[in-house]
Structure formats: structure tokens, C-alpha cells
């Protein structure tokens, strides 16, 4: 599937469940970030391709159309950020307006609050409308709060399953900052200088030792960090699809090898996970495994 452009691959044998009636593959290929300018148009179609025949049914296409993308309608279309300025009823009557003219399937949210989320659904629910179905947040090891606290209520009252992003936290998680920041790595663009800082930072540099610990773990299970990374965030019930980012052939072939690290995923390995990081938060109710 495409978000905002789509087809539906369904020769994926392992899939999780966004809703009731929306079945994605658990890992997903994001395209926001890399393709477009930072990987050749080459790089890309391998990319592309090696997910498409790994059995990725989920496509993140941001900046796509569907007449660029010659297809007649999309299966998601995400409302990426809320906007203050425009009343939720507009909004949801909007998404509702793309779906029953048959330019998509379903529509999530990104970067939403969970009570934003929540306005949507009632608001939905007031007039007769289309709720969201999945949103687009941040999750990774450094990253928890909103998907560990905010969200499951959401995902366990009312079907809204997550579709996290940046599992290697911009490849912090990769080790590749482990000395430093390499010329040719993302950090070292200007557009990036945010992550350059927050690599060097006091912060960073605890990040980095406790990556060290974590790679231990890794190679218990005869994984890389970055599969264990993955497979850690698809252990979570509300996850239902993570976006993976790559710029080269090989990085999305490691990533998809998450797949078979997630049966390891057990209760005694999140512990020793939760141990290192020490950052675990704390809910009314736990929804971790």
C-alpha cells in the first residue's frame, strides 16, 4: 500500500492489524527524507523494489499525487500535523470528502496529539463522518512517551493503531555517530545541523554509550543493533506498521531482516532493554506486552 498513493500488496504472510478492516505489513518503506535529492533516482527504484518483492505492502510517499503516481486512488491519506487555524470539523469533514469521492480508502493523522485524535473520532462520530484510522508518530528507543502513554487507550478504545517512524532516530540508533559524524552521513548536511548538535551533545554522547550496552543484546540474539531497534518497536501491541528509512540497497535488506528478530523479542529481553535505557514511562495501565 501507498499512503497518499496506493496499491495493495497482500503476498506479505506476516501482517499486523491497523484496524479492523486494514491490514498493512509491519515493516513499511519511507521515502520523505531520502528519496527526492539525497539518493539517486537508481538507488531509489532498488530500494523500491527490493522492499515491493520482501512483501512491503506500505509506501510512505508524502510528496506524491495520484496522477504523478498514475493510480486512481490511494489507500491512507495522512493530515500531517494539526492546524489550529482550521475548526476539526472542517478537517474530518475533508478527509471524509476524499474518501467518499473515492480518492482514498482511509485517512490517519501524523504528528497528532492523542486528544486531538480523540476530538476527530467524536467529531466523526457527531455528524456522521469518517474517523482517522492509524496515526504517524515518532518511536525509538530515545522516543516513548506518546506511544507507550498516549496512544493505546486510543488504540484499544476505538481501533487507532500507530504507524511509527525514525526507529534508528535519524541513524543515531545505526552506531555510525559512535565516533563522531561521518562526512557522508545525514548529519553532515546543513539542512541537519539540528541533528549534528543534539550527535554531540552531552545527551548524545549517553545515547551513544548506552547504544554500546544495547549491541550486547544484538548480538545474544545474532542480530544487528538496527534489527534489534526495529523488532523492539514492533514488539508493541498498538504498532501496526514502522516506516523504514533507507539510502541504500543493503540498509533496507538489513532493516527488513527485523522480521525474524521479533520472535525473540521476549519478556526477559524488553527488560534488559528497559534496563539500559532507564527510560521507560510509567501509565495506568501497562500495554507493553
Known amino acids: 500500500m501507498i499512503s497518499e498513493g496506493g496499491f495493495t500488496c497482500k503476498r506479505s504472510c506476516m501482517v499486523f492489524v491497523c484496524t479492523k478492516t486494514l491490514t498493512l505489513t509491519f515493516p513499511s518503506t519511507g521515502t520523505w527524507v531520502t528519496f527526492g535529492g539525497q539518493i539517486s533516482d537508481e538507488v531509489a527504484e532498488q530500494l523500491m523494489t527490493i522492499a515491493y518483492e520482501s512483501g512491503v505492502n506500505l509506501f510512505d510517499t508524502a510528496e506524491g499525487s495520484l496522477q504523478r503516481m498514475q493510480l486512481e486512488y490511494v489507500d491512507v491519506v495522512f493530515a500531517n500535523r494539526p492546524d489550529s487555524n482550521t475548526p476539526m470539523e472542517e478537517i474530518v469533514r475533508a478527509m471524509t470528502h476524499v474518501i467518499n469521492q473515492g480518492m482514498s480508502m482511509y485517512w490517519g493523522t501524523s504528528r497528532w496529539s492523542a486528544m486531538e485524535i480523540m476530538e476527530a473520532y467524536s467529531v466523526a462520530r457527531q455528524f456522521n463522518l469518517i474517523p482517522p484510522v492509524c496515526e504517524q508518530a515518532e518511536y525509538h528507543f530515545f522516543q516513548r512517551d506518546k506511544v507507550e502513554t498516549q496512544l493505546p487507550e486510543l488504540y484499544h478504545k476505538i481501533g487507532v493503531g500507530v ?117 521507560r514511562p510509567h501509565s495506568k495501565k501497562d500495554y507493553h506486552h
Open 163 to 279: 504507524v511509527s517512524w525514525s526507529p534508528l532516530a535519524c541513524g543515531i540508533i545505526t552506531g555510525k555517530y559512535e565516533n563522531g559524524v561521518p562526512e557522508t552521513s545525514r548529519a553532515s548536511m546543513k539542512p541537519y545541523q539540528w541533528l549534528r548538535e543534539k550527535i554531540m551533545s552531552e545527551d548524545g554522547r549517553k545515547q551513544q554509550a548506552k547504544l554500546k550496552e544495547l549491541a550486547h543484546i544484538a548480538e545474544k540474539l545474532g542480530c544487528t543493533l538496527p534489527q534489534l531497534a526495529i523488532a523492539w518497536c514492533l514488539r508493541n501491541e498498538g504498532v501496526s506498521s514502522v516506516l523504514l528509512g533507507s539510502s541504500n540497497p543493503s540498509q533496507l535488506t538489513e532493516n527488513l531482516g527485523a522480521i525474524q528478530v521479533i520472535p525473540k523479542m521476549t519478556a526477559g529481553i524488553a527488560t534488559e532493554v528497559d534496563h539500559i535505557l532507564g527510560n
